[in-house]
T-cell receptor, first 113, second 118 residues
Framework: NAGVTQTPKFQVLKTGQSMTLQCAQDMNHEYMSWYRQDPGMGLRLIHY???????DQGEVPNGYNVSRSTTEDFPLRLLSAAPSQTSVYFC????????????FGEGSWLTVV | GNSVTQMEGPVTLSEEAFLTINCTYTATGYPSLFWYVQYPGEGLQLLLK?????DKGSNKGFEATYRKETTSFHLEKGSVQVSDSAVYFC?????????????????FGKGTLLTVNP
């Protein structure tokens, strides 16, 4: 997990609140992404970015926004939190030039009540 | 689309037992295959990978062979330890898309919980 930093690690939100999960990497990787992990579902891709200024939707993008203004940062915004967004969120990065290895952050545990 | 099917758990073994966790995949191209491990309360760590048919990935006593003919990438370890208790995820990366040949998105299996008892 070296080089990918997620904050906060734990968060409790009330339904309807908004918040931003932060992801920062210091490896100069072009590719960054957000996954959510739910019991029995594995990890599902929310949004991803192949470089600064470029973002795209993954499997489960509804209710989330992203932006990529710099190479280092890829924040995930929950616009109006719902209990269905209770999950563990992982940020991941990849360097196009060094093979197919994707590096994950340590995760952010989010509970929406 | 791409998909990964892995053995459902939980799997409970005694220390020094042999481990196999089955993983099969469906992909339209030539994916790279991965096993990730998640220890309790932690993020995902890459355990091993294979990028082409017949490649064998290995790490920490674990190994898996990319079998294109059976579309499989089964994880094995000859003698498990208590410290191997974790959730194991099989994953594949999308075949190269767009410019630059950059594989990026991962498709995951649902994970297999392994518990090793002393």
């Amino acid at each position: 997990n070296a080089g990918v930093t997620q904050t906060p690690k734990f968060q409790v939100l009330k339904t309807g609140q908004s918040m931003t999960l932060q992801c920062a990497q210091d490896m100069n990787h072009e590719y960054m992404s957000w996954y959510r992990q739910d019991p029995g579902m594995g990890l599902r891709l929310i949004h991803y970015s192949v470089g600064a200024g470029i973002t795209d939707q993954g499997e489960v993008p509804n209710g989330y926004n992203v932006s990529r203004s710099t190479t280092e940062d890829f924040p995930l915004r929950l616009l109006s939190a719902a209990p269905s967004q209770t999950s563990v969120y992982f940020c991941a990065t990849k360097d196009r030039l060094s093979g197919n290895t994707i590096y994950f952050g340590e995760g952010s545990w989010l509970t929406v009540v | 689309g791409n998909s990964v099917t892995q053995m459902e758990g939980p799997v409970t073994l005694s220390e020094e037992a042999f481990l196999t966790i089955n993983c099969t995949y469906t992909a339209t191209g030539y994916p790279s295959l991965f096993w990730y491990v998640q220890y309790p309360g932690e993020g995902l760590q890459l355990l091993l990978k294979a990028t082409k048919a017949d490649d064998k990935g290995s790490n920490k006593g674990f190994e898996a062979t990319y079998r294109k003919e059976t579309t499989s990438f089964h994880l094995e370890k000859g003698s498990v330890q208590v410290s191997d208790s974790a959730v194991y995820f099989c994953a594949l990366s999308d075949p190269a898309m767009g410019s630059g040949g950059s594989n990026y998105k991962l498709t995951f299996g649902k994970g297999t919980l392994l518990t090793v008892n002393p």
